[in-house]
């Protein structure tokens, strides 16, 4: 058991999120659950606590695609004892042409910068105490051969033909970025006692990924929803969930994990000089120091 420990855990209201936070309570941390909906947070709340009826568990309401619920969010953990755990792992697809009331593309807001912003405000009052950061990201083979555009961090170009399938494709750039992410916050914080790893959860029924979905790309997730062996939640969850308590991992940093076996990912999310060019204007687009 981990008694004591706290656990902070994004897009907590479903699918992996809450598998997650579920497991995470029956290992004995206390967990934050952070989601958009407050009804669907006290839902996701009962569904757990039917299953560990000893969970101890907090909601925190959060849309995490503006920047300023993420900083009021961050504000609000480090007003109480600093996280021990962080799973960052709410995601959405959305249209490249939506927009955020504060003006940035929604794919992008959600899936990185968020992530970017929360986990770089937490180091501050986390300090010198240990704690484990692990970023929910995607296969890194299937996301090869889509290379973040550096000087389009909005994917307003270059996604391709049918518009059905741009969404993704937007999506899977903000997924490198999650990986370059992790390599470039691992190696800022060497020599601290917070280890920061990413993870690909796998190809899961039940996340709610595809739900806004149009066009070849709709009928397809329908269909692997359908798929009788696909794996679930649980499933999804079991390596983050061993990445934020097993001790085979203590110490280990700035590495991307597969079913609990560390693999690479693509060239592109590991050259530096990419990395640090990503850092600096994530840093500019959420207001932070490079």
Same mark, same amino acid.
Do not use: H, K, T, W
């Given at each position: 058991m981990h008694q004591h420990r706290r656990a902070v855990i994004t897009g907590a209201t479903s699918g992996i999120g809450e598998a997650i936070a579920r497991l995470l309570a029956a *290992?004995? $941390? %206390? !967990? !934050?659950? !952070?989601g958009r909906g407050e009804e669907r947070l006290r839902q996701a709340r009962r569904r757990i606590l039917s299953a560990v009826p000893d969970a101890e568990l907090s909601l925190e309401r959060a849309d995490l695609s503006l920047l300023g619920d993420v900083r009021a969010l %961050? *504000? =609000?953990l480090a007003a109480g004892p600093p996280p021990d755990v962080v799973v960052s792992n709410a995601a959405v697809v959305a249209d490249a042409a939506e927009l955020t009331s504060e003006g940035l593309q929604r794919t992008l807001a959600v899936n990185h910068l968020a992530p970017y912003l929360l986990l770089r405000s937490l180091v501050p009052p986390i300090g010198a105490r240990p704690a484990r950061f692990v970023v929910v990201g995607a296969s890194p083979s299937a996301l090869a051969r889509a290379p973040v555009d550096l000087a389009d961090l909005s994917s307003r170009r270059g996604l391709g033909f049918p518009p059905s399938v741009r969404p993704f494709v937007a999506y899977g750039r903000t997924k490198n970025m999650n990986a370059m992410f992790v390599y470039a916050l691992a190696r800022r914080l060497a020599g601290s006692r917070i280890t920061v790893n990413g993870v690909h959860p796998g190809i899961i029924k039940g996340t709610g990924l595809g739900r806004h979905a149009r066009g070849a790309l709709r009928v397809f997730d329908r269909l692997s929803? $359908? =798929?009788?062996f696909s794996p679930g939640p649980d499933d999804g969850a079991d390596t983050p969930v061993w990445l934020a308590t097993s001790p085979r991992v203590e110490g280990v940093t700035g590495r991307f994990f597969v079913r609990r076996e560390q693999v690479p990912t693509a060239p592109h999310t590991t050259d530096a000089e990419r990395c640090d060019r990503l850092w600096a204007e994530s840093a500019r687009l959420v207001g932070l120091p490079v």
């Open positions: *290992e004995g $941390l %206390a !967990v !934050v659950m !952070v %961050a *504000e =609000r929803q $359908l =798929r009788p």
